[in-house]
């Protein structure tokens, strides 16, 4: 960037190749639902949600996970790829992020016993009748057993094997859409309690089959999916998967369980582990109740990549550039999703560039707004005040 020699590059700001894809830093906005599709297609919001972060500098746009089926939603407000023409309509979104510069990816998912939900704001708890009263639909969500979420949550009925087999093929399915959609990379959903983390967790699947019991068989159904999806897009496609690292409850997913399924995906030629966390427990993954300190989960991405080997990305209050920066140079990740941090400023990947000393007079945003900015920038020099977005 900038005429900055390679080597004097911060890693943040460093290219990455994955398979056939050139990502131009390594930075990625975190998958963030918006909740405000409509029978599962995008909306203008999207559009311009998701323009913003390409403008804004970021390496991959993921987009918000999208369901693979109708039911998987987790509410009435999710996207969709359960159809030819949700990637018809989710084109121009993957078409303007690659305008920008930046890699789209899409992430294909499926709410399992925590689908028919309430929209974030609402609540995000199971339907109401004032919901449903107020035009939500309610639907019987799947699981891989009859045990609901939590107390008040609807009883999902227990896929049985032909339908776990069916389900493999949607997610096949979903990919092939999704890259019919324009976007570059896939990545699973198989965290925060959904579906594919719901088998994995011995705190949800209670089968007594091939697909329940010890971790071999609650790894099954997630590997077969991946191993379904792996299959059904070309070889120079890469794929994530994002698990749960740890289910932080005593008796659930540990970080050892991780480790051996983030090799067995490795197997599989999954590319990168994107490594989250909880989703068990009725607060979310980003329940404010819950203390966290920066980069809280970074140490899972890490211990992931050093005993298997296999790329990692970290995500969880990443607010900084020194932080993000500092933990691909010691080896924790390699790639750095950003997600509420974005949403407070979508610029934040050209901010950080202007903070690590990549760029000088704004040659790195799009010229549309550099040529004013670095302007308007010595114009407020001159009258001594500076720049600061934090
Ligand atoms: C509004 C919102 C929606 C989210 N939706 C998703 C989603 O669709 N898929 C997912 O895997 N995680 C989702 N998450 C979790 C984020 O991807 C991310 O892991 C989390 O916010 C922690 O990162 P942060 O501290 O940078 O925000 C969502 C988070 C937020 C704030």
Redesign the pocket.
Known sequence: MDGHPTTDIPLLFAPLNIRGATVRNRIVI????MYCAENGFPTDFHAHHYAQFAIGGAGIVCV??ASVTRVGRITNGCLGIWSDEHAEALKPIAGFIKSQGAVPTL?IAHAGRKASAQR?WEGNGPLTAENIQNGDESWTPVGPSDLAFADGWLQPHALTIPEIHEHAVYFAKGAVRALEAGFDIIEI?M??GYLLQSFLSPLANKRNDQYGGSLENRMRFPLEVATAVRAAIPQDTPLFV?ISAVDWIEGGWEIEDSVVFSRELKKIGVDVIDC?SGGNLVMG??NASFRRAPGYQAEFARRIKAETGIQTQA????RTAQLANELLESGHADLI?????A?FNPNWPHHAAEEMGMTRAFKHWPHQYGWWLEKWKSGLSANGETLNVR
């Open positions: 975190a998958p963030m639902s918000e996970q992430q974030a959903h965290a925060h994002r989250s993954a980003t995500v969880g209050l990443i999703a950003i997600g509420r941090q949403l």
